[in-house]
């Protein structure tokens, strides 16, 4: 067992919790800036139509991103599972197993979404304004979205062994040069959306590169060498039962989308589409250190619950509990006091801001509570409990949130209120259910 694994099971809670949830919340935070500033130049550089676009284009992204952290999340728990109780063969082959499994499941994702783009964007919600923009940008980020899978599978292969500062690094690179690539694609080449499109494409190859040379270099914990990558059913099984709730929750949301969507051209138009693309772009950039927060906690937990050190495990719950909460009132203060700026530096359109900064403050305003949602779900991921993290994946975008959907809009004259409303009800209902799972699982560890 290395230096890096030895902390995991040693160091001071507090301490290791800071330097393995930094890198991954400055990463994360990073990453949602990414999705924001390609928004941005998007809004500016085509119009507010092509924010339609890219809210209808979201989804399918996020679908993609499931599947990859289906298999990286899976595996990052049977990986920290392994070290911790000294088991590092079966480790290497955990994530042999796991580059195979994410590399075939996103060409074959690819291909079915380049074959039938068009039918699977009006099932997003794609109207006959927005259609064009939302097929150009996502048959570009389809032919990369391999690359992209093996990025974001692989950065919690490495959290897992401990090493968080290189997957910040590898998030660091892909959105530095999204960044400076998106005006030379969109406004110097004059490219549009499909210039926004290739920029995180290319940008996400160079992360690819860059974690692969990490993981097959010296520095790394794991040693995956071509007998690794044999498929090994009972490991396969154990990667996709525990990455199942990961899964669920992301696709689950993505499927929400299309409710969503579809219920915003009904009751507002295009216009309603464009402004949700903003809220969510917002609302990602606000939950992205409470995700960083999770990503440090995750291998945290998994090393000591495989050691039987349940004491640490305890702690390190509430403590991320106490930071994710922190983080969430102090990041939504500032959507709820400047709401028209936020919406001002996306777009022009006084019609796209009048409308959409009201909606803004009342999506975010449970946000705070919401970290008690999201440990409770990474904590039963963690410790192996598929079935619990499955329903606490669901819960929030899923059981609680579609009957609001389908419900509070036909109440009196909500119509459009009432599909924002729905969130912060779901925040609140979802909180409180999974703190009563954590406070019957952390008395069971006493």
């Known amino acids: 067992m290395n230096e890096r694994s030895e902390r995991l099971g040693n160091e001071k809670i507090s301490k290791l919790l800071f330097n393995l949830s930094m890198p991954a919340t400055i990463g994360m935070i990073v990453n949602a800036l990414y999705n924001v500033v390609d928004t941005i130049f998007i809004g500016r550089g085509v119009g507010t139509l092509a924010i339609g676009g890219l809210s209808i284009a979201f989804p399918i992204q996020m679908i993609i991103m499931a599947f990859a952290q289906m298999v990286g999340i899976g595996a990052a728990s ?17 994530a042999g197993n796991s580059f195979g499994a994410v590399l075939l499941i996103s060409a074959i994702v690819m291909s079915i979404g380049l074959i039938f783009t068009d039918p699977v964007l009006r099932i997003f919600g794609a109207t006959d304004a927005i259609l064009p923009y939302a097929r150009d940008y996502i048959r570009i980020i389809l032919m990369g979205s391999v690359f992209f899978s093996f990025t974001v599978s692989s950065n919690n292969l490495v959290r897992a062994e401990g090493n968080a500062k290189v997957s910040m690094i590898a998030m660091l690179i892909g959105t530095g040069l999204n960044i400076v690539f998106d005006p030379i694609f969109i406004f110097a080449l004059d490219m549009g959306i499909r210039g926004a499109a290739i920029a995180t494409i290319l940008s996400q190859f160079f992360s690819f590169i860059y974690i692969t040379f990490y993981l097959y270099g010296d520095s790394s914990t794991l040693k995956v060498r071509w007998h690794h990558l044999r498929p090994d059913y009972r490991i396969l099984k154990e990667i996709f039962t525990v990455g199942l709730a ?93 709401p028209y700026a936020i919406f001002g530096i996306f777009s022009t359109d006084a019609e796209l801001i009048s409308q959409g900064a009201p909606a803004l403050r009342l999506v975010i305003m449970m946000i705070p509570v919401i970290g008690v949602q999201i440990v409770g779900a990474a904590l039963f991921q963690s410790l192996g409990k598929a079935v619990t993290s499955l329903v606490l994946s669901l819960l929030r975008q899923v059981l609680v949130l579609i009957p609001l959907l389908l419900f509070l809009p036909r109440v009196g004259n909500l119509a459009l209120t009432g599909i924002w409303i729905s969130y912060p009800l779901a925040d609140l209902i979802s909180t409180l259910l999974t703190g009563i799972l954590i406070f019957k699982e952390m008395n069971k560890m006493k």
């Open 78 to 94: 049977a990986i920290s599972r392994s070290l911790g109780a000294g088991e590092v063969e079966k480790a290497d082959h955990v």
């Open 246 to 338: 990961s899964f669920a929750r992301q696709v689950a949301g993505s499927f929400v989308a299309i409710l969503v969507n579809h219920s915003l051209a009904f009751y507002g138009g295009d216009l309603a589409i464009s402004i949700f693309g903003i809220i969510r772009r917002v609302t990602m950039f606000l939950f992205m250190p409470l995700f960083g927060v999770v990503q440090g906690l995750q291998p945290i937990v998994g090393f000591n619950y495989g050691a039987k050190k349940y004491g640490r495990v305890r702690e390190v719950i509430k403590l991320s509990i106490i930071v994710t909460t922190v983080f969430a009132s102090t990041s939504v203060l500032f959507g709820e006091l400047f």
